[in-house]
Nanobody
Framework: QVQLVESGGGLVQAGGSLRLTCAASGLTASSYAMGWFRQAPGKEREFGAGIRSDTTYYVDSVKGRFTISRDNGKNTVYLQMSSLRPEDTAVYYC?????????????????WGQGTQVTVSS
């Protein structure tokens, strides 16, 4: 049974940093593409960052501020977020196992975590 458990969310002031963690079980995270998505109230789930083999992908709005990485020994994927803005406020979800070619399409992922809330105050 595959499980993805996110942690690390919280309340932070604008300009601050947070590191989100996605702990995977039931699969070897290093063998699959994984992604971070976010969903703000009243908005659709949107792509934030992805990693496939050694290639990383970012939505333009987070480039230079967010970094996705893996720790294969811990079967974990991280999202380091810096220079946070109020518009980054959302529930952040980890996704695993890309079934299609587009890592930014949420419908292409087989597994999802429960999400962790990130709130950035101005």
């Amino acid at each position: 049974q595959v499980q993805l458990v996110e942690s690390g969310g919280g309340l932070v002031q604008a300009g601050g940093s947070l590191r989100l963690t996605c702990a995977a079980s039931g699969l070897t995270a290093s063998s699959y593409a994984m992604g971070w998505f976010r969903q703000a109230p009243g908005k659709e789930r949107e792509f934030g960052a992805g990693i496939r083999s050694d290639t990383t992908y970012y939505v333009d709005s987070v480039k230079g501020r967010f970094t996705i990485s893996r720790d294969n020994g811990k079967n974990t994927v991280y999202l380091q977020m810096s220079s946070l803005r109020p518009e980054d406020t959302a529930v952040y979800y980890c996704a695993a196992v890309l079934r299609g070619s587009d890592p930014s399409d949420p419908s292409n992922y087989a597994y999802w975590g429960q999400g962790t809330q990130v709130t950035v105050s101005s």
